[in-house]
Structure formats: structure tokens, C-alpha cells
């Protein structure tokens, strides 16, 4: 346990730099707090520093003081919030564009342990004094017009941008090893702060105010720490990088010098997965259980994706639409068991038509129900009398239904629920959508057939919690807000969202069906008597009410039904099914011909296959990705 707190500060303005520097303070360990400097007023800067205080909760960002307008004037009243005791801050220009791993502890543990010290510095390439050092010690073995002299402002070392430029590369190219050198202490003289460290308890005696109109630099380097009778220290023992001062950042801003850092920015994860439905949940947990490092985002502000469930009136509410459990594929069944037990619910659905109910699946309760027919062959020669005739294939979805169950079960049960479903009429609808209706000549009205069915005793997100035990987990974070900070913290991309969006729609925007529901809280312990009643008539928007304690067979003397209406899709919409017609379809092959392009990054799901996944069909696909990229 030590005995002090770390807090990292930096100056902040520019997006395109802090986008590495902040990966780079991410991976570095034993740091309690990193306050961000509200030190720019270009709204795409402020939008970027106002959404970076979610993606770890020791970020907070610290509104400019005082002074007006904002700018790099300001930077000297920021130290006024550095003046905790026991505690070590460290301060990074916002264009360090690399930190050596382990610098922040071993800076803060030095700095702590060296009192004697006003300032400490590490060794930071690009840093005019650190450069004399490093070619007082004879590091940099490359040419350069003339010697670097111990000054803060030196003509090369300060100024001369194509130094810059071949330091960076040199360093690059070299290992860090190479740059060592021994402590320097510092006379009064100023140098430039890109990197360093002092005690709160010093910065306290004078309240951290640096007076108004003296240049901030100067006056902690140079001027406090000779009033005060201190020196500054370099320590060459480890070592930062800083980009460009101003009078080089025009010619590095044009170099691939940047991109060559992103490269290097040390890695806090192995894996960044976007979306924590069953896909992502179950990648996370199979790379975490192979030692891989994770980190689960999720733009919602729950985990489990569209199965997440919420407790209300201890009756397990499915938030986005009932989920069923069933496969008939062990590994899978074995799979989910391991993080929740289920129960042994069998979806037995009804629909109501006219005030009367009717058994789904199409089965001999339902033949019995609509015909009153008991024997199995009566049933058959019922609907075979039905079905048209075509002397063609049919055309469109109304033509194809027809031909499988014949009319009575098309006009009473099919036709207004698609009609409703799809916001069509049936005759416009393509015949592929329906690709089979199955009857069944027995009195079985189980919905699946799979061997193994049930719900999670404890609800889905019980279920999921379990499974991201001991992986890290941000809620309300959108991949595309932070897409560029994201992949700097990781070596690959697990994404499950939508693969239109990933490539900003260039190919165009897939379609999806999507859907409003109503959940509501009812004072009468059972509404339905049934788990789900589908709604066919043309009057009632929902095309279906579900009861959720029916799932569990939970005690409660209220209870919780979900009303399920289709709505129009928009892009804002939450995506549920995607419509895999022709259109759609050759967009999608667009999308993945360039996705198969990105070794990197793994597409993985029902938004980013595009395509319907049931859930143990999603944990299936999960696992076949797992067992090619984890081995
Ligand atoms: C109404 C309905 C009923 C269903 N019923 C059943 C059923 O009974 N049985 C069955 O087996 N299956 C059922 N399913 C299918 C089941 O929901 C899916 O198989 C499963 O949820 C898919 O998991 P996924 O991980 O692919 O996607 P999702 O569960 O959708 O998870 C994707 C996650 O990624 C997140 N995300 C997306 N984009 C971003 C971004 N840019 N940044 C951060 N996060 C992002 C989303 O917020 C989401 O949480 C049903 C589906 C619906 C819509």
C-alpha cells in the first residue's frame, strides 16, 4: 500500500493527440486519478474531452478557471487544483505521444521519496535540456546541423523542426535502452515542462498560483524553485516522448511521424469487444478463460444486448421481446449452463382471434380448435382441399402461405399478424420470408422441438453477469464516439454492432425490422393465464402481449405484460430483424468482402452477420470465432 495518491494532469486541447496519449495513460499502472484540463474551446476538442470521462471512472475533467478567453494563457491556473497532501502529481503536455510502461509509478515513487527536489523530470525525447543531456552523453548517434546547448529555447534542439523529425525517427528505431542516462540535477534556469512531477504538499505552501502575467513555465522552473531555494531533477532512468513545440509542429503535423507512434502506444487490452450481447459475453469469456486481456463496451446502459431482462416486482421482465432458450447442440446447452441454471419452460403460445384462442403451433389442438376435428387425416384432407392450385411458383408471401396451410389458417391466423408484422400487405411481400409453415398431426403444442429448453432461473442478466465475471465492462459507451481512443487501447476488435455503420454506410443502409414495446405493471396477479398470446385482427396494434411470470413461474401478486408493436425503421431505431431480401443481401456482400479485409477485427453476431440468429445460433458463431482466433 503506498503512501501517497497519483494524480496525472494534463493540459488539454487537441483531439488528434490525445487520442494516443490517453491509450498510453490508460496502460500505465498505480495512477488514482487522471484530471483532464478543459484547456480548449473548439467544440470538436470539448466534445472529445467531455466523452472520455466514461471510459474510466479515475477520469474527471476539470473546467478552465478564472480567466477568460481559454487558451494556452490559462494553463497556469490549473496548478491551483494540484495541492493535495500525499499526493504526487504528474503532469503530460497533451501531445506526449509515448510513455515508456511502468513510468508513472516508478516517476511518483521517486518523486515521493526525493522531497529535496521542486520538479522532476524523466528523460522526454524532444525536450530541448533532455536532448543536450542525451548528446552530452552521447545517445544520439545520428547527424544534425550543429550542437545542442543548455537552452530551454535552443536553435535545434527547441526550434529546428527537422531535428524533430530525426530524433523521432531515431528514437523509433531504436530501443529505449538507448537513451539512458544518469540523474541531472538542475541550476535555477528554465526548461520546458512536457513531462513533470511534484508534490501537492509543495505546490500547497503557495496555494498553486502561479501570479497572473508571468509566463507559467518560467516561473516553475526557474523563478519559484530559486525563491524557495530548490533545484529541479532530470531522471534519466526512464523516458517519455513529446510530439513538437509550436515552432515545429507545422512540419511534424505533415510527417507520418504520429501514425509511427500509434503503432507503438503500449497495449492495456488484447481484445476490445464492442457490444456485450451473447456474441461479444461469450468471447469475452472464452478469450478472459485463455488468459486474454478484454474489455466489454456497450452503447446501452446494460449488459446481455437483447436478451437483457430487469427485475420488476421480482418477476424477471424481458425488456426487448420474450427469449426462449433451445438448441438441440450440447456444447452450447453445457455452455450456458455453466453461469445459470433453467428452468424447464416450454413456449406454448396462443392466438386470439375474434375472442377466441387458438393453439400455436399449427397442431391437432388447433385443427380440433378450428374444426373441430380429432382425427389426423381428417385434418390433412381439410387443409390439402384448401390450398390453391398455381401454375407457377408462387409469387409473393400470401401465394406461398396459402399453398402451405391452405386458407382458413392463412385468413385467420397468417395473413392480418404478417400484415401487422411487416406494415404490408401479404400480396407485397416476397414469398422467401415464409420459407415453411410446419404442421403437426399430433396434439403437441410445443413451440420448439429442440431437446434442451428453458429460461435462466435468475433471468438473462444474472445469466450474464456470471459469464463477464472478472472482465472489465463499460456501459454507455458508443464505439463510434470514441472509436479512435478505443482500438489505441487494444490489439483487436471484437465488434457486434451494426456492419453498415462500421463503414459509415458507404454501401448504403441495411434495413431491419424493429418494434415498440409497452411494458406495464398490473395490479391483478395474472393477466393471461399463458406466457405469450399472439393479436392477428387488423384493430389492435400489438401483434403480441406477453405475461412474464408465466416464464418463471414467479410469485407475485401483480404482474408484468409487454405489449409488442412494430414500428417503422429509421436509422435511430433499435435494430431487430434484419429484412434479408435481394436489395439488402447485396449490400450486406459489400460490407463483408471489405470487413474480410481487416485481419484485426472480427465481425460477429446478428448485426454484424446481418442475419437472424437465434440465441444459442449466436453463442455457436461465438464459439467457432473463439476456437479460430483464441487458438
Ligand atoms: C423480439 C425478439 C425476440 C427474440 N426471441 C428469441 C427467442 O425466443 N429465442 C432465441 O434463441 N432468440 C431470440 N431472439 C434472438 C436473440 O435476441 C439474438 O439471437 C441475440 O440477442 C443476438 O445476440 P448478439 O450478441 O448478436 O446481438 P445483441 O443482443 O443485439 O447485442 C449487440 C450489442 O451490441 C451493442 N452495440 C451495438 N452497436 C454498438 C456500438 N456502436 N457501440 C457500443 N455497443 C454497441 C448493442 O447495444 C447490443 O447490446 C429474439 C430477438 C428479438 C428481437
Not at 335 to 349: A, C, E, G, H
Not at 350 to 368: A, E
Not at 394 to 420: C, F, H, M, R, W
Not at 602 to 610: C, D, H, P, V
Request: a negative charge; glycine letters at 4%; hydrophobic letters at 35%.
Amino acid at each position: 500500500m503506498k503512501e501517497y495518491k497519483i494524480i496525472i494532469v494534463i493540459p488539454a486541447g487537441r483531439k488528434r493527440y490525445l487520442e494516443i496519449l490517453i491509450p498510453n495513460i490508460l496502460s500505465q499502472d498505480g495512477w488514482d486519478e487522471l484530471h483532464i484540463w478543459k484547456n480548449t474551446s473548439e467544440p470538436i476538442d470539448v466534445q472529445y474531452i467531455d466523452s472520455l470521462k466514461i471510459l474510466d471512472s479515475r477520469i474527471l475533467i476539470i473546467e478552465p478557471p478564472r480567466l477568460e478567453p481559454y487558451g494556452a494563457r490559462t494553463i497556469g491556473q490549473f496548478f491551483h487544483y494540484c495541492t493535495d497532501k500525499n499526493t504526487v502529481y504528474i503532469r503530460f503536455d497533451d501531445d506526449i505521444c509515448y510513455i515508456e510502461p511502468g513510468l508513472v509509478e516508478w516517476l511518483a515513487a521517486v518523486r515521493w521519496a526525493k522531497k529535496e527536489y521542486f520538479l522532476i523530470s524523466p528523460c522526454v525525447i524532444n525536450n530541448s535540456v533532455a536532448s543536450f543531456f542525451l548528446q552530452e552523453e552521447n545517445k544520439l548517434k545520428f547527424n544534425y546541423e550543429s550542437k545542442i546547448s543548455f537552452n530551454c529555447l535552443d536553435s535545434i534542439g527547441w526550434r529546428d523542426s527537422t531535428f524533430a523529425y530525426d530524433l523521432h525517427n531515431y528514437f523509433l528505431d531504436n530501443s529505449v535502452n538507448e537513451f539512458r542516462f544518469p540523474p541531472k540535477e538542475l541550476p535555477s534556469m528554465r526548461f520546458s515542462i512536457n513531462c513533470i512531477s511534484w508534490l501537492g504538499e509543495e505546490f500547497n505552501k503557495f496555494n498553486g498560483i502561479v501570479p497572473d502575467g508571468v509566463d507559467e513555465e518560467e516561473w516553475l522552473t526557474n523563478i519559484k524553485p530559486a525563491e524557495i531555494n530548490k533545484k529541479n531533477l532530470i531522471l534519466g532512468d526512464k523516458l517519455c516522448c513529446h510530439f513538437s513545440f509550436y515552432t515545429q509542429r507545422k512540419y511534424l503535423d505533415n510527417t507520418e511521424i504520429l501514425e509511427k507512434y500509434k503503432k507503438i502506444i503500449p497495449k492495456k487490452y488484447d481484445y476490445l469487444i464492442v457490444g456485450s450481447g451473447f456474441f461479444g459475453s461469450t468471447f469475452a469469456r472464452l478469450a478472459t478463460d485463455a488468459g486474454k486481456k478484454c474489455l466489454v463496451i456497450d452503447s446501452r446502459n446494460h449488459i446481455g444486448g437483447n436478451a437483457y431482462t430487469e427485475k420488476i416486482n421480482n418477476i424477471d421482465i424481458h425488456m426487448y421481446g420474450p427469449h426462449i432458450f433451445h438448441t438441440n447442440n450440447k456444447e452450447i446447452w453445457d455452455f450456458v449452463n455453466k453461469f445459470s441454471s433453467f428452468n424447464n419452460f416450454i413456449l406454448s403460445p396462443k392466438v386470439r382471434h375474434n375472442d377466441k384462442l387458438y393453439s400455436l403451433p399449427f397442431n391437432m389442438n388447433t385443427f380440433y380448435e378450428l374444426w373441430g376435428c380429432t382425427d389426423p387425416q381428417e385434418a390433412k384432407n381439410i387443409i390439402n382441399s384448401q390450398k390453391p392450385i398455381f401454375d407457377h411458383l408462387p409469387k409473393n408471401l400470401e401465394e406461398q402461405a396459402l399453398s402451405l396451410v391452405g386458407k382458413d389458417i392463412y385468413n385467420l391466423i397468417i395473413k392480418d399478424y404478417t400484415a401487422k408484422q411487416w406494415m404490408t400487405d401479404p400480396k407485397e411481400l416476397p414469398a422467401f420470408i415464409i420459407k415453411r409453415l410446419p404442421l403437426r398431426f399430433t396434439f403437441n403444442s410445443n413451440y420448439f422441438d429442440d431437446r434442451y429448453q428453458g429460461i435462466p432461473v435468475d433471468g438473462y442478466t444474472k445469466l450474464f453477469e456470471n459469464m463477464l465475471d472478472g472482465v472489465e465492462v463499460i456501459l454507455n459507451v458508443n464505439y463510434f464516439n470514441n472509436k479512435e481512443t478505443l482500438n489505441n487501447l487494444t490489439n483487436k476488435v471484437v465488434f457486434t454492432g451494426k456492419i453498415d455503420e462500421y463503414f459509415d454506410y458507404e454501401f448504403g443502409e441495411l434495413e431491419y425490422r424493429t418494434l415498440d414495446f409497452i411494458h406495464e405493471v398490473l395490479d391483478i396477479e395474472n393477466y393471461q393465464g399463458t406466457a405469450q398470446i399472439n393479436y392477428p385482427d387488423p384493430e389492435i396494434p400489438w401483434t403480441r402481449i406477453i405475461e412474464h411470470k408465466h416464464f418463471n413461474k414467479t410469485n407475485s401478486d401483480k404482474t408484468v405484460i409487454t405489449k409488442e408493436i412494430p414500428t417503422i425503421w429509421s436509422k435511430d431505431k433499435v435494430p431487430y430483424y434484419p429484412i434479408n431480401n435481394d436489395k439488402n443481401n447485396e449490400i450486406y456482400k459489400k460490407y463483408r468482402e471489405k470487413a474480410d479485409l481487416l485481419p484485426d477485427v472480427i465481425f460477429g453476431g446478428r448485426l454484424a452477420e446481418y442475419q437472424y440468429y437465434d440465441m444459442h445460433q449466436v453463442i455457436g458463431a461465438a464459439l467457432k470465432a473463439a476456437r479460430i482466433h483464441l487458438a
